[in-house]
């Protein structure tokens, strides 16, 4: 299974850190990053832009709209991401744990599973499979 962890990004203790601990944190953070390479969990992830950079698209009424950030509105906006191929919530619980508190006080990661194309059942016809398939494929040689 493959899990998605988001971390997230609070502006106060952000701006609240001095250069020396920020600079700690992204070490700690890379430092467990390449643990999880390591040990063959990782699958991906990436820190994102702070919210200010943020663009939301909503549809209403047949149209689409935007709007730019940042979005005050929101207190609890993601600041990155982990994709972990692990066997279990449990097991992905049991790396969040390990992982290093990103604001060395209250902060939170959130673990969603990611579907599998066996989740889809015989609705994810042999003819979508062998599509998404070929997509994977395609994405795996452009790297």
């Known amino acids: 299974m493959k899990y998605l962890c988001f971390g997230y990004y609070d502006k106060d203790k952000f701006d609240g850190m001095t250069e020396n601990e920020r600079n700690a944190m992204f070490d700690t953070c890379l430092e467990y990053d390449d643990h999880l ?3 063959g969990h990782w699958a991906g992830g990436e ?3 702070g919210p200010e950079t943020a663009l939301t698209l909503y549809w209403k009424n047949d149209k689409v709209a935007t ?3 940042p979005f005050a509105e929101t207190k609890e906006l993601i600041a990155g991401y982990w994709i972990w191929k692990v066997k279990s919530m449990d097991e992905a619980v049991e790396w969040v744990k390990r992982s290093p508190n990103p604001h060395q006080s209250d902060s ?3 673990i969603r599973p990611l579907y599998e194309m066996e989740d889809f059942g015989p609705e994810f016809t042999p003819e979508l499979r062998e599509q998404e398939e070929r997509l994977r494929r395609q ?3 452009e790297k």
């Open 47 to 49: 820190a994102l832009q």
């Open 108 to 110: 939170e990661i959130e």
């Open 37 to 39: 390479r390591a040990s």
């Open 67 to 69: 709007t730019d950030g």
């Open 139 to 141: 994405i795996a040689d």
